[in-house]
Structures are given as structure tokens and as C-alpha cells.
């Protein structure tokens, strides 16, 4: 199964729309994943344009629109894998400590966040902890970006860096 992964879109505050590029990405996927963050309820009803199999949980930053229609947390499984989502809480230097504090007795896989618009893919103790980053903060991220998840066998996550 090939996701796409996206979180922290800000739209409109940090910008107009969803890059293209990431658009043309997803047209190939079999699910995406937003970590929270919309802020405008119309970033979850375009993705769900391109794929019919949208998972989404909301952020700090939604609006009760948003938090109505998607849970915190979702926690799901891919083939033989255990997939926790959420947006992500408390401190976003010490996100990772807190999740794998949360998650880390509740038999999981892999753990999709945002929050702290930081992309990271890093396993800690048998549990992959992936972040796509925001594909339009170019303030608090250090890069726009996006993720691809393959599940197959295994688990393979990648970050892709949008360029401009």
C-alpha cells in the first residue's frame, strides 16, 4: 500500500492551497493521511477529491468544524502493522519523548504526527515515529515537505523535500 502523508497545511494562513506537485503525487496513492492542521476545512474535502480513502485527525490550530468531523487520535491497522495518527501535543522539541511516552505500551508500528512542522522519520525502541513536515511553512519548518509511506512486508517511509 503506497500513503501519502501530509500535516500542518495552515491554508489559508500559510498559504493559498496544497502545493501541485504534492497533488500530482497523491493521485498515485492508495491512502493519504493528514496529521492535523488544516485550519480550513476545504484542504480535507480536496483530499478526499483525489482519493476516496482520506484519514485525518485535527490539531491544535482547528477549528471545531474540523475537530467534529476528525478525531485526536486514530489508531488502525495496515497489513500486519499497527498505525497510530495524531497531530501531536505539548512541546514541540520534545514531541518524539512525549508520543513514545504515549504510544509505547500500546502495541504500535508506527506513530504519523505533526505539530512541530519538522519532518522526521526515526524508529526509537521498535516504533517508527515519521513526521512529513508542512508542505507550506517556510517559517518554523526547515524545509516544505511532504512523505510517502509503502507498506508492504514492511514499513518504508521517506520525506520528500519540495524544492522552491
Do not use: W
Not at 482519493?51 to 488502525?76: T, W, Y
Amino acid at each position: 500500500m503506497r500513503i501519502g502523508v501530509i500535516s500542518d497545511t495552515h491554508i489559508p494562513d500559510r498559504a493559498k492551497e496544497i502545493p501541485k506537485v504534492i497533488l500530482d503525487d497523491f493521485m498515485n496513492v492508495d491512502m493519504i493521511i493528514h496529521a492535523g492542521d488544516f485550519v480550513d476545512l476545504e484542504v480535507l474535502e480536496q483530499l478526499r477529491k483525489i482519493c476516496s480513502n482520506v484519514r485525518a485527525v485535527c490539531g491544535n490550530m482547528d477549528p471545531e468544524e474540523i475537530c467534529k468531523k476528525v478525531s485526536k487520535i486514530d489508531i488502525f491497522k495496515v497489513g500486519k502493522f499497527n498505525i497510530a495518527l495524531t497531530h501531536g501535543f505539548g512541546n514541540p522539541n520534545r514531541l518524539i519523548d512525549s508520543l513514545f511516552e504515549y504510544f509505547k505500551n500500546k502495541q504500535i508500528d508506527l506513530v504519523i504526527f505533526g505539530h512541530s512542522h519538522n519532518p522526521t522519520n526515526e524508529t526509537r525502541e521498535g516504533i517508527l515515529f515519521f513526521n512529513p513536515g508542512s508542505p507550506t511553512d517556510t517559517i518554523f519548518a526547515p524545509y516544505r515537505s511532504y512523505g510517502i509511506i509503502e507498506i508492504n512486508d514492511k514499513i518504508e517511509a521517506k520525506i520528500i523535500k519540495i524544492d522552491g
